[in-house]
């Protein structure tokens, strides 16, 4: 019998894919609402064919060794790898998979709702009202920043940043620049957008800066101190994508020194921890990584996960292999 370790608890749908085949499926409860330890990790994948493994666990040359010789696959849930080694993965001859796709327009929604509040000052007016110093209506209360006909720099065009874009453009009519390795003809003509090949030319020029790209050497820390000092002083910077590209600390200096007029995040550099400046300040909203937070969502990442560790099992390329 197939034994799956799944790192942390997932929606029932996806175990119920993998028992239906017969496998033996053994989920680490203990890590329900943390990330699991390295021991669980170590402990969980031995004697195992397949590993389902989250986000915020990391999965190691060591780890991967504790599952070896009977491991086959990693099956990530999430569109990221980031925590996954993959030069050990393919040293050792592992499979691995992801869930893309079917969390794009659920992240898109999650960022546009982000662009909005930190435009509008929905949190920092919610709070302003739940402490009881609403008391009138006034012209200059709480004044926030119109979203249309702005322009919007997205970093990275990817699905999520292509989805975004759609909002922006035929939701808001903004006007719509990007950034990217390579240009895309397509998409400038269906949304009227344009390409600038470097993000120092793009970042000047930009309203609402959303971040999508993926977590490499490359992209740590590509938001920084010297790129929020070329943003316009009444610009907000949006990431859903990896904590660790935006400095954070910097962040929290330029927010405090008004260099930049607001930020709106969903991911963190020292994830689960924040920097602490960032939370005492009224210019940033925060939400805790639940970009993808939909019942439909993760559902259909559950799904996925499995059917690629079924593909695996039953001896066809899983159709999510990152590798």
């Known amino acids: 019998m197939s034994r799956v370790f799944v790192t942390r608890p997932i ?13 033996e499926v053994v989920i680490n409860d203990k890590a329900e ?6 021991e669980e990790l170590l402990e969980g994948i031995k004697g195992t064919d397949a590993v389902l493994s989250i986000l915020t666990d990391k999965i190691d040359g060591e780890v991967m060794d504790a599952g070896l010789p009977t491991l ?3 099956a990530n849930y999430a569109v990221g790898f980031d925590n996954i080694d993959l030069d050990a993965a393919k040293k050792k001859g592992l499979m691995v998979t992801n869930t893309p796709g079917v969390l794009t327009n659920t992240v898109a929604e999650h960022t546009f709702a982000l662009m909005l509040a930190i435009a509008h000052r929905i949190s920092e007016a919610d709070r302003f009202a739940r402490a009881g110093r609403y008391k009138a209506w006034g012209p200059s209360l709480l004044l926030g920043t119109d979203m249309s006909s702005k322009t919007l720099g997205i970093v990275g065009l990817g699905r999520i940043g292509s989805r975004v874009a759609l909002h922006a453009v035929k939701g808001f009519e903004m006007k719509v620049l990007y950034n990217d390795p390579k240009p ?33 050497d490359s992209t740590h820390h590509l938001m920084n101190e ?19 590209i935006v400095d954070e600390k ?6 405090k020194e008004q260099v930049i007029r607001g930020a709106a995040l969903d991911v963190f550099e020292f994830e689960p921890d924040i920097v602490p400046e960032l939370k005492d300040l009224d210019n940033v909203i925060i939400t805790p990584h639940i970009a993808s937070a939909t019942e439909e969502t993760r559902n259909k990442m559950a799904s996925m996960a499995a059917e690629n560790i079924i593909e695996a099992f039953e001896g066809r390329t899983p159709p999510n292999l990152v590798k």
Do not use: W
């Open 11 to 23: 929606p029932e749908i996806g175990i119920g894919l993998l028992r239906a085949k017969g496998y």
């Open 33 to 38: 609402n943390r990330a699991a330890t390295k």
């Open 72 to 74: 086959k696959i990693i």
């Open 184 to 216: 895309n003809p397509d998409f400038e003509k269906e949304f009227g957008a344009q390409f600038v090949e470097k993000l120092d030319d793009m970042l000047p020029h930009c309203d609402f800066v959303s971040i999508h790209v993926p977590l490499l």
């Open 226 to 244: 010297a790129r929020f000092k070329i943003m316009k002083k009444t610009a907000y910077l949006v990431n859903t994508s990896r904590g660790p």
């Open 250 to 255: 910097a962040l929290a200096k330029v927010l």
